[in-house]
Structure formats: structure tokens, C-alpha cells
């Protein structure tokens, strides 16, 4: 097929290549994390800021993806806010016209539709002894993830700068979250609460929706969404 975006091509490829998924290991990195969820979640999309940094980030292990300054330097006067079928990021929370849940249900009957999105983890930026390894970095993308239940984790704030969406960062973000709930918590299961308009993103990452009854969470509709690891 023939990419009709050879301009956001460039830009897939540069961003691909430079992204960084770090696993935060103190509170002083948690500060890069607070900062994507506040333009995100506070600033965006209106949730109050108490509501937003709970006493739940403390037993959290939170997940941050970087890229380098000088990228987003370079590709600032050209970057639009992007969403694209391949990725829907965590965004403003407005309704599409097509109901994203009865489309995932949908999909759940296709024996290849709930497979798990390829994505390959980014290699450390300035890897191998590469001098720009100095360079500094920003933060554009989070999420965090707890144990929920014995042998269930649950993955929430997922969130991508507006700018950066569609460049398949969330699906990173939760490929790496997938890796550490398996391998280090030992889980069988991830677990979401996706903002009802979500729900594509995360069938993407290979959930599926076990009952599509819709609740209120911070004043917004959510489903329960499931992946098995």
C-alpha cells in the first residue's frame, strides 16, 4: 500500500528510533511521570489535580517513555496533533460517532482481531557508547501499574502528549507494562479501566471486553477491559 504521509513516515521513523521506555525507580523520576499525567489529564482533559496524583502512586510501579530534546526541537514547527488508526493514545475524552465498545466486541469474533499489537521495544536512546547518550531527554508518554489482585495487575494513567500520539508510544508504554507484570509481579492477567472511547487503543495491545457494561470513574464512563499474559 502506498503511505499517502511521507512527512509523518520521517517522523514515525525518527521517533521510533530515538524513544527511550524507562522503568522509574524513585520518586525524584516520578516527577518526569506527574508531568505528562498533568498536561494530560489536568490540563487537557479537566480532572482535578487531587484527584488526578492519589496516595495510589506510591505502591505503583510507573513506566515513563523519553525522547530527546533535540528531536522535538526539530520536528516542533511541523508536528500537528495526530491521532491515526494504528494508535489512539489517551486523549480528550469525546465521544466518536461509531460505539467504540460494540466495534471491539465486534472484532472479538475475528479468530486474529484480539492479537497482541507487534510493537518492538525501543532500544535505549544513545545506546552502545553512541556520544549523544548525554543528550538530554523529555518525557512524553506514562503509565502505571499495581498488582490488583493475586496474579492480576492493573495498568492505568496511560498517557500521551497530544502532540505525540500516533506514533505508537502508548502501544510501547503497555508492551513494556505487559513484560514487567508477567516476568516481575508473576501475573496471569492485566486488567484496565478504559475510558469508554478508548477502547480500540487497548484491543490494539491484545484486550478484549469480558462484559461491556459501562461505570462512572472520575465523572467519566469506563469499561472493564482484560489481557491474558
Not at 530527546?68 to 465521544?95: E, K, R, Y
Request: with cysteine; net charge negative; glycine share 4%.
Amino acid at each position: 500500500m502506498t503511505n499517502k504521509h511521507p512527512a509523518m513516515s520521517k517522523r514515525a521513523a525518527a521517533v521510533r528510533n530515538a524513544l527511550v521506555i524507562r522503568n522509574i525507580d524513585d520518586l525524584d523520576e516520578f516527577a518526569l511521570c506527574k508531568e505528562v499525567r498533568i498536561q494530560v489529564f489536568v490540563e487537557e482533559q479537566g480532572f482535578p489535580l487531587a484527584a488526578e496524583l492519589d496516595d495510589l502512586d506510591d505502591r505503583c510501579h510507573h513506566i515513563v517513555a523519553l525522547l530527546p530534546a533535540s528531536l522535538l526541537t526539530q520536528i516542533a514547527s511541523s508536528i500537528a496533533t495526530v491521532t491515526t488508526d494504528n494508535d489512539h493514545d489517551a486523549g480528550l475524552p469525546l465521544l466518536p460517532a461509531v460505539d467504540p465498545v460494540a466495534s471491539v466486541l465486534a472484532s472479538q469474533a475475528s479468530e486474529s482481531a484480539c492479537k497482541s499489537a507487534q510493537a518492538v521495544t525501543p532500544a535505549p536512546y544513545g545506546a552502545d557508547g553512541d556520544a549523544t547518550a548525554t543528550e538530554s531527554v523529555v518525557p512524553v508518554g506514562t503509565l502505571r501499574m499495581y498488582e490488583y489482585q493475586p496474579g492480576v495487575a492493573k495498568i492505568g494513567r496511560v498517557a500521551v502528549l497530544p502532540s505525540l500520539r500516533g506514533f505508537r508510544i502508548g502501544q510501547h508504554l503497555m508492551e513494556e507494562a505487559h513484560r514487567i507484570a508477567a516476568h516481575q509481579f508473576r501475573c496471569q492477567q492485566v486488567r484496565v479501566h478504559a475510558q469508554y472511547d478508548k477502547a480500540e487503543f487497548y484491543v490494539k495491545c491484545g484486550y478484549e471486553v469480558p462484559d461491556p457494561t459501562q461505570f462512572m470513574e472520575d465523572g467519566y464512563p469506563h469499561i472493564v477491559m482484560v489481557k491474558q499474559l
